[in-house]
T-cell receptor, first 111, second 110 residues
Framework: QKEVEQNSGPLSVPEGAIASLNCTYS??????FFWYRQYSGKSPELIMS????GDKEDGRFTAQLNKASQYVSLLIRDSQPSDSATYLC???????????FGTGTRLKVLA | ETGVTQTPRHLVMGMTNKKSLKCEQH?????MYWYKQSAKKPLELMFV???????ENNSVPSRFSPECPNSSHLFLHLHTLQPEDSALYLC?????????FGQGTRLTVV
């Protein structure tokens, strides 16, 4: 079983819609969760971090964490063509510095 | 600008060459990482250094040799690489929470 799983996509949404990106993880000891955005040919850029169950909002982005279900998601409201990128989910286990990444979900926002 | 700088940005090397990748962070972080990113694959963790000590070696072939002389600098020494080693090599740093990446080195082995 992969440690961090994401649907590779592409996920296509129309401009102005809500994009919903999902991630599951296998290690119940995972404590910290991150979403990165990666444009083609560029390095990953941190956009959200979440550490406790529930929702965390930052502008158009909302991260949701459910540790019981081992599930973390990212919602992008009012999606823009500039949001088109690959979104990477990352997880670290308490007491380690080991970040494990999913394969990423490619998002296409259609103008 | 993330505060993590990698050089060179692009590198083409022959299979018999020896080269080094350099990473420098200005964030005061204590942990530094090397990741490999190949097409259609997740980011692969290669090495982790915490306070200059290597804490993770993810079964990386010995043709990749890391060096961490201090908490701000990290090197990846390359020798006798194979064409399948062509990839984007990313350096990151963290203080145990959010990790920040450098721009990466696009390596091509010919």
């Amino acid at each position: 079983q992969k440690e961090v799983e994401q649907n590779s996509g592409p996920l296509s949404v129309p401009e102005g819609a809500i994009a919903s990106l999902n991630c599951t993880y296998s290690d119940r000891g995972s404590q910290s969760f991150f979403w990165y955005r990666q444009y083609s040919g560029k390095s990953p850029e941190l956009i959200m971090s979440i550490y406790s169950n529930g929702d965390k909002e930052d502008g158009r982005f909302t991260a949701q964490l459910n540790k019981a279900s081992q599930y973390v998601s990212l919602l992008i409201r009012d999606s823009q063509p500039s949001d088109s990128a690959t979104y990477l989910c990352a997880v670290i286990t308490s007491g380690t510095y080991k970040y494990i990444f999913g394969t990423g979900t490619r998002l296409k926002v259609l103008a | 600008e993330t505060g993590v700088t990698q050089t060179p940005r692009h590198l083409v090397m022959g299979m018999t060459n020896k080269k080094s990748l350099k990473c420098e962070q200005h964030l005061g972080h204590n942990a530094m990482y090397w990741y490999k990113q190949s097409a259609k694959k997740p980011l692969e963790l290669m090495f982790v250094y915490n306070f200059k000590e290597q804490t993770e070696n993810n079964s990386v072939p010995s043709r990749f040799s890391p060096e961490c002389p201090n908490s701000s600098h990290l090197f990846l020494h390359l020798h006798t690489l194979q064409p399948e080693d062509s990839a984007l090599y990313l350096c990151a740093s963290s203080q145990g929470m959010e990790a920040f990446f450098g721009q990466g080195t696009r390596l091509t082995v010919v």
